[in-house]
């Protein structure tokens, strides 16, 4: 089909090469060029705790400020580095930035960074994160990484066995967009996540009449009966935060309280009195 043709033949020129193909390997190749020229910037978006209000954490989301197309999706640009195998440099550069970024936050902030299934399928991936967390001081247990569950649907025993690892350096495991795809509940027993963050499909219509906040009641409980804890994806409106603090999900996250920002700007939302005190640099 499709998406097989398109994994490896599009890197070698082919006069009946279409349109679509064409583009992507144009971004691939700008991608490269990227990496190098340094195109990507990080952007943060708050993590809130429902009981308190308070910013318990952040997750670094990248951008691509694409030198002729302006910024560029991470939906469009994330599954060509997974295809051509870039994703694992561009994974460590991320890594590194936000780990360097979030050891200037308060010690109680938490950086969630994602992590593709095709990271998870390098074995020196631990290896490469206690690294990041060493150069940069953050504490593993501040450091969370967001997977999907793709990771669980192929039963993957290889990135089981990395995943293992990682929670053996201290650090946490979320869950990410749990309940789109084939999600089964029975995935959630292959690994103990720390985390489930609920797809936000399910927090749109929650507080609508004719909304389904069993789904989200039901992911709540199971997390509360096996020591996880949840975060609800794209919350947008006053109802929506007031029906998941109700069913006691834990966290929110979504442009009701601040969509992702670059790293000036998120620093003013740890809220006064949390901030460290900055070193005096001469
Ligand atoms: P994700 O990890 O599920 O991230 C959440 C996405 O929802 C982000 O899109 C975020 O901007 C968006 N969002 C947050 N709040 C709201 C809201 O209230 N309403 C709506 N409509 N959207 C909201 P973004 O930044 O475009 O990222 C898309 C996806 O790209 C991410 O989904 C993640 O899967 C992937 N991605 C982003 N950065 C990285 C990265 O550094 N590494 C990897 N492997 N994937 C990344
Ligand atoms: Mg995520
Ligand atoms: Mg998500
Ligand atoms: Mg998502």
Not at 22 to 49: M, W
Not at 53 to 82: D, K, T
Not at 105 to 121: D, T
Not at 273 to 279: K, M, S, T
């Amino acid at each position: 089909g499709a998406k097989s043709q398109g994994r490896r033949t599009y890197r070698f020129f082919v006069p009946e090469m279409d349109a679509s193909a064409k583009a992507r390997l144009s971004l691939e190749q700008d991608l490269r060029q990227a990496l190098v020229t340094g195109g990507f910037e990080i952007h943060y978006q708050p993590l809130v705790n429902l009981q308190t209000g308070a910013v318990s954490g952040c997750e670094a989301l990248l951008r691509w400020r694409h030198p002729e197309r302006g910024m560029v999706s991470p939906a469009e640009f994330i599954p060509i580095a997974e295809d051509t195998g870039l994703i694992n440099e561009l994974g460590e550069w991320v890594l590194r930035t936000a780990c360097n970024e979030a050891a200037t936050w308060p010690a109680h902030v938490r950086l969630a960074v994602n992590v593709s299934p095709v990271q998870l399928k390098c074995d020196t991936l631990a290896l490469r994160i206690a690294g990041a967390l060493a150069a940069s001081g953050l504490e593993p247990r501040r450091l969370e990484l967001e997977i999907t569950e793709a990771v669980l649907i192929r039963d993957d025993e290889a990135a089981l066995s990395i995943l293992h690892q990682l929670r053996s350096i201290g650090v946490r495991i979320a869950l990410d967009d749990f309940g789109t795809g084939y999600s089964s509940l029975s995935y959630l027993k292959r690994f103990p996540f720390d985390k489930i963050k609920i797809d936000r499909c399910f927090v749109a219509d929650i507080a609508d009449a004719s909304g389904a906040p069993v789904i989200v009641q039901a992911v709540v409980n199971i997390a509360a009966a096996s020591n996880m804890t949840t975060v609800a994806e794209g919350v947008e409106t006053e109802a929506q935060r007031e029906m998941l603090r109700a069913l006691g999900c834990t966290e929110m996250q979504g442009y009701l309280f601040s969509k992702p920002r670059p790293a000036a700007e998120v620093h003013s939302m740890f809220g006064p009195g949390d901030a460290l005190p900055v070193a005096a640099v001469a």
